[in-house]
Every structure is written in C-alpha cells, then in structure tokens.
C-alpha cells in the first residue's frame, strides 16, 4: 500500500516535470503574458500555470517583468 502511494508520488512528480518541460520549451508564459498577444482572459485563466512555474521554481525575474 505504501509502496503504490510512493509509485503514484513519483508519476505525478514526473508528470509536472514533463509538463514543465512542455511548457518551457514552447515558451507558453512568453505566448501568454507578451504585450502583443495579451488577452485578459487567457491571463485570468492562467493561474495555473503560473502556480506551477513557481512551484517548479521556474519562476524567474523575466516572468516577473511580464507581468508586471
């Protein structure tokens, strides 16, 4: 039982590094937050993800810069 709680921790760990991955390779907060394609909407809806670069520690200055 422990062992299969262990397995699924480490799956979804490796699932939010491959999203990560994902997500840093295509620059989807770049395509988000630019200046020339924001839309507030798509911003509202992207708490997620900009939770999950911060979680990640992904989360850096030029991100920052974007949406400030």
Do not use: G, P
Request: no cysteine; net charge neutral.
């Amino acid at each position: 039982m422990i062992a299969d709680e262990v397995r699924s921790a480490r799956s979804a760990d490796s699932l939010k590094e491959k999203i990560m991955n994902d997500l840093l390779s295509a620059d989807v907060f770049a395509l988000i937050f630019s200046q020339q394609r924001f839309h507030l909407q798509i911003a509202q809806r992207s708490v997620d993800i900009i939770k999950l670069y911060i979680s990640e520690k992904n989360f850096k200055q030029q991100h920052i810069d974007m949406l400030w």
